[in-house]
């Protein structure tokens, strides 16, 4: 799925805003990168369904998906 950050708290917790119009909230330690999240930035991520609620997980950067490895 692709969304855009919404919201992040200090702990790096967030709301993920879906290209359908639904938000998704996750915990940092589902973000797979190191320097964390900035609201507005655009992400690819997984669905995972705990008790019937939605999180994401696998959350990458769409910037960090872009870029080329260094070689």
Known sequence: MVGTIKK??????GIIAVTD???VPY???DV???RGLQPGE???F??????GNMFAQNIMSM????????R
């Open 27 to 29: 915990i940092s330690t």
């Open 8 to 13: 992040v708290n200090r702990q790096g917790a």
């Open 46 to 51: 997984s669905l995972r369904i705990v008790k």
């Open 42 to 44: 655009r992400v690819s």
């Open 63 to 70: 910037r960090e998906q872009l870029q080329p490895s260094a």
């Open 21 to 23: 119009g639904s938000l």
């Open 32 to 34: 797979l990168s190191n």
